[in-house]
């Protein structure tokens, strides 16, 4: 299968698919047009030598107003490109490196960059190909774009650093030379093309919003297991409570516990206490601001994927190379520190219904055991929800309000918006770990409610649930069974 890489506007959705289906891209006719009449008129621009433009025939940064000579274009893209390579931390996973590639291509394809079809060509060999440049976590600031992270995805272009490639670690060389690949001599402009950019960014922030945007729901679900094992009430859940506050994913999210828990005798039967705690109460109003984040979040993220930001962006039909700020990740930093807050919080919330349920109250055992003492059952499950809950509050110190000079003052407001992307990364993998935690425990307490049946959805996600993880009758080591509900909240969005 084949993906053509177009002007068309992509959506998260597009490049899940891709992902998913492991396709080929294919440069469509229209971008080649593009990319091939900017490389041209760039050339002929540059052709009297006269002419002195950032970043093209002059250095970087603080550097701008020292000129380089026309023989020395070429070398100026390949140094560049070598010593920006300063990455350190920990690699970055393979599925974001591939959409880092996908993402690089997308935006260099719109014609604004001076990329020449080489390059371009020998980048859509790399990700059709699954070689994944070596990504590390730390050394981008956010601005000027991303520029250590791609400077390691460019090193293999020109032959340089290291790949995985078929689950090894090998020399960027050998694996071109193993596919028949050369590597490029970059021209004029090309390095700076390459490395300003916030696809780093984008490539986070794409991987986190796909399942974000489906665990809105996958939160709901957890939380109905927990509302039938605590015997909560289905009052706050009432739609005319929300038709009066018109909060959009507030009134999505109490739909969607009626629905999961249409049908259920336990969540329509009486109730033993007049109001549940605000964990269970306020589920509508807190998943429902998370959801609201999540959604405007997605929104930057997809007009950023569909952006042109590297620097100086050239513009042939109107004779123009403009030297800017299109790499600047602000956009982006802002918004991923507002998506680690809506993680966090469903995370938070989720942790707080863990400790309602092991309290022993509502007819539930101490700790969700038969002989609690004897047994310590899910105390300790708790401890590490909370252990994970507050690492997240420590993640969400917002990162794009720091800023630190580099390149001599010349760069001197930067957007953090990389790490902010790390941190970001973080809590959503420890959202998910809570989420598992809190379906265990769920379930656990909903096997003492046995006299009552639940929704025909609960009942069901039960069935699967207990093929894999069973219910605890006597201590034993929680933390596999742990890992296992984990993994089993992580199989119902990645399908």
């Known amino acids: 299968m084949e993906h053509h890489i177009s002007s068309e506007t992509i959506t998260l959705s597009t490049i899940e698919d891709v992902m998913q289906n492991n396709k080929k891209l294919v440069l469509s006719q229209d971008s080649k047009d593009k990319v091939i009449k900017c490389r041209a008129y760039l050339d002929n621009r540059m052709a009297s030598g006269e002419e002195v433009i950032y970043g093209i025939n002059t250095g970087f940064g603080s550097l701008c107003n020292t000129v380089v000579t026309p023989a020395e274009l070429g070398e100026l893209q390949h140094n560049l490109v070598k010593s920006h390579a300063c990455g350190l931390g920990e690699e970055i996973p393979e599925e974001l490196v591939r959409i880092m590639l996908f993402l690089k291509i997308q935006g260099l394809s719109y014609g604004h960059s001076g990329i020449s079809m080489d390059t371009l060509g020998l980048l859509i060999e790399l990700f059709n190909n699954q070689v994944y440049p070596i990504v590390y976590s730390q050394g981008s600031l956010g601005a000027s774009g991303d520029l250590a992270p791609l400077a390691h995805i460019s090193l293999t272009l020109i032959g340089l650093g290291e790949v995985n490639y078929q689950g090894k670690r090998r020399n960027s060389i050998d694996v071109l030379n193993e596919l028949g690949l050369k590597p490029v001599q970059l021209q004029s402009k090309e390095g700076l093309a390459l490395l300003n950019g916030t696809q780093f960014m984008q490539a986070f922030g794409v991987y986190m919003l796909t399942y974000a945007n489906k665990y809105k729901s996958i939160a709901d679900l957890v939380a109905c297991v927990s509302i039938e094992g605590y015997h909560g009430h289905k009052s706050p859940f009432n739609p005319l409570i929300h038709q009066v506050r018109n909060q959009k994913g507030q009134a999505?999210?109490?739909?969607?516990?009626?629905?999961?828990?249409?049908?259920?005798?336990?969540?329509?039967?009486?109730?033993?206490?007049?109001?549940?705690?605000?964990?269970?109460?306020?589920?509508?109003?807190?998943?429902?601001?998370?959801?609201?984040?999540?959604?405007?979040?997605?929104?930057?993220?997809?007009?950023?994927?569909?952006?042109?930001?590297?620097?100086?962006?050239?513009?042939?039909?109107?004779?123009?190379?403009?030297?800017?700020?299109?790499?600047?990740?602000?956009?982006?930093?802002?918004?991923?520190?507002?998506?680690?807050?809506?993680?966090?919080?469903?995370?938070?919330?989720?942790?707080?219904?863990?400790?309602?349920?092991?309290?022993?109250?509502?007819?539930?055992?101490?700790?969700?055991?038969?002989?609690?003492?004897?047994?310590?059952?899910?105390?300790?499950?708790?401890?590490?929800?909370?252990?994970?809950?507050?690492?997240?509050?420590?993640?969400?110190?917002?990162?794009?309000?720091?800023?630190?000079?580099?390149?001599?003052?010349?760069?001197?407001?930067?957007?953090?918006?990389?790490?902010?992307?790390?941190?970001?990364?973080?809590?959503?993998?420890?959202?998910?770990?809570?989420?598992?935690?809190?379906?265990?425990?769920?379930?656990?307490?909903?096997?003492?409610?046995?006299?009552?049946?639940?929704?025909?959805?609960?009942?069901?996600?039960?069935?699967?649930?207990?093929?894999?993880?069973?219910?605890?009758?006597?201590?034993?080591?929680?933390?596999?069974?742990?890992?296992?509900?984990?993994?089993?909240?992580?199989?119902?969005?990645?399908?």
């Open 252 to 495: 999505e999210t109490a739909k969607n516990i009626l629905n999961f828990l249409d049908g259920s005798e336990i969540f329509h039967g009486e109730k033993m206490d007049v109001q549940d705690p605000y964990s269970f109460r306020c589920i509508p109003q807190v998943h429902g601001a998370s959801k609201d984040m999540i959604n405007y979040v997605t929104t930057i993220f997809e007009t950023e994927i569909n952006s042109v930001t590297d620097n100086p962006t050239i513009f042939p039909d109107e004779d123009l190379i403009i030297s800017a700020g299109n790499f600047h990740g602000q956009p982006l930093a802002i918004t991923l520190d507002s998506l680690a807050l809506a993680l966090a919080e469903l995370a938070s919330i989720s942790e707080r219904r863990i400790y309602k349920l092991i309290a022993g109250n509502r007819k539930l055992p101490a700790f969700l055991v038969k002989k609690p003492g004897l047994n310590s059952g899910f105390m300790i499950p708790q401890y590490t929800a909370a252990s994970i809950v507050s690492q997240n509050k420590q993640l969400c110190t917002p990162a794009v309000v720091d800023t630190i000079d580099s390149s001599n003052g010349q760069e001197d407001h930067v957007s953090m918006g990389a790490n902010a992307a790390t941190k970001c990364y973080k809590v959503f993998e420890n959202l998910e770990k809570v989420l598992g935690i809190e379906l265990l425990a769920g379930f656990q307490a909903m096997e003492f409610r046995k006299d009552m049946k639940s929704s025909l959805a609960i009942e069901n996600l039960k069935q699967v649930y207990r093929e894999k993880i069973p219910f605890i009758e006597n201590d034993i080591e929680m933390h596999i069974e742990m890992k296992k509900s984990i993994a089993f909240v992580q199989t119902l969005v990645r399908v």
